[in-house]
């Protein structure tokens, strides 16, 4: 069952999306171009994210679709109608990477007060209100407290909550989690994948690589303010992967690495490293790891741990950071 507060506005399937075309924003006269012809199509319902190096144009990006920013050139479309319009407004949902708060307001007068900004209708705005603070898990004894007494970690928590306000269909996320401890990170990723599975369409910029990972639908990789490649996280992972596999060393004393690296030779993996109950490999994809771990069960060999040493992501952002050449998404 939905947690979101309202039903907004109902979109054709013909316009539903977030749609940008050769988009271009300079500053100081034209001197800087914070994005660079950007062009790229976020489909209705998927989770993406946005990754690049610092300067990348991530923020501005996410500033000229909430409308903030007028564009120097292209076009930018969420359902068919412009940033600014007053009815693309009630469909998204914002979360900016440097909050700005009322701060003498207590946490729920914060949330009460932007629940009567969003139009919503006062019978509901307790309990819709103390339902999203419950939701982001901010703690009930700080509801009351100013939120000028507010850590970072609660502050974006309390930011979550104005965002999901109005039950909006897209919600734009610059940096989630930033300033969370461990338990605030996990609470951001589970509500990202709840949200998700709600219908939300999200647009997730993180310099966390492994919350976007286990968000996102396809990842943009933005460098110079442009689109240099998108990637899809649902296909199969296609390209060279390392691990690290550890196995009981008891139960394998008469193991070598002679033996170990023929097993993975025969499937086609290479060694790399090799000390008594532990190796690191190289593969050429899912299919060949899975291979050299059956081989290994096959030949009694206990593995206790099989871990990635680089992830997806960790490997794409290495690989267009130090590219210079553009490549077309």
């Not at 001197?31 to 190096?53: D, M, T």
């Not at 009460?112 to 705005?125: C, S």
């Not at 899912?286 to 680089?310: Q, S």
């Given at each position: ?152 970690g609660m502050l974006q928590r309390l930011g979550f909550a ?168």
């Open positions: 069952m939905t947690e979101l507060l309202a039903e907004p506005p109902s979109a054709s399937l013909e316009n539903a999306g977030i749609f940008v075309k050769s988009v271009t924003k300079t500053y100081r006269g034209g001197k800087i171009k914070a994005l660079n012809n950007l062009s790229l199509e976020i489909r209705a319902g998927e989770a993406f994210g946005l990754v690049g190096p610092n300067g990348a144009g991530k923020t501005t990006f996410l500033s000229c679709l909430m409308g903030f920013l007028r564009i120097d050139s292209g076009e930018i479309l969420i359902d068919g109608q412009a940033p600014d319009d007053l009815s693309t407004r009630r469909l998204v949902g914002y979360l900016p990477e440097r909050l700005t708060f009322d701060r003498w307001m207590s946490g729920r007068d914060y949330l009460n007060f932007h629940h009567e900004l969003a139009g919503m209708p006062a019978a509901t705005r307790q309990t819709d209100c103390e339902r999203l603070l419950t939701r982001v898990q901010l703690d009930p004894a700080a509801w009351v407290k100013p939120v000028r007494k507010y850590s970072r104005q965002a999901l306000i109005g039950g909006p269909r897209y919600l734009l996320l610059d940096e989630p989690a930033s300033g969370m401890d461990p338990v605030g990170v996990m609470v951001v990723r589970d509500l990202l994948r709840e949200l998700k599975s709600e219908g939300l369409t999200i647009l997730l910029n993180s310099h966390q690589l492994d919350q976007i990972e286990s968000t996102c639908d396809r990842v943009a990789f933005l460098k110079e303010g442009t689109v240099y490649k998108i990637e899809d996280m649902t296909a199969a992972t296609v390209g060279e992967e390392y691990h690290t596999i550890r196995w009981l060393k008891d139960s394998n004393q008469d193991l070598s690495k002679e033996d170990f690296s023929k097993i993975g030779s025969d499937v086609g993996a290479k060694l790399l490293e090799f000390e008594s109950g532990m190796a690191r490999c190289v593969t050429t994809g899912g299919a060949e790891t899975a291979a050299l771990i059956k081989a290994l069960v096959d030949n009694g060999i206990p593995i206790v741990e099989v871990r990635p040493e680089d992830r997806r992501l960790e490997r794409l952002f290495k690989q267009e950071s130090a590219s210079g050449k553009r490549k077309d998404p």
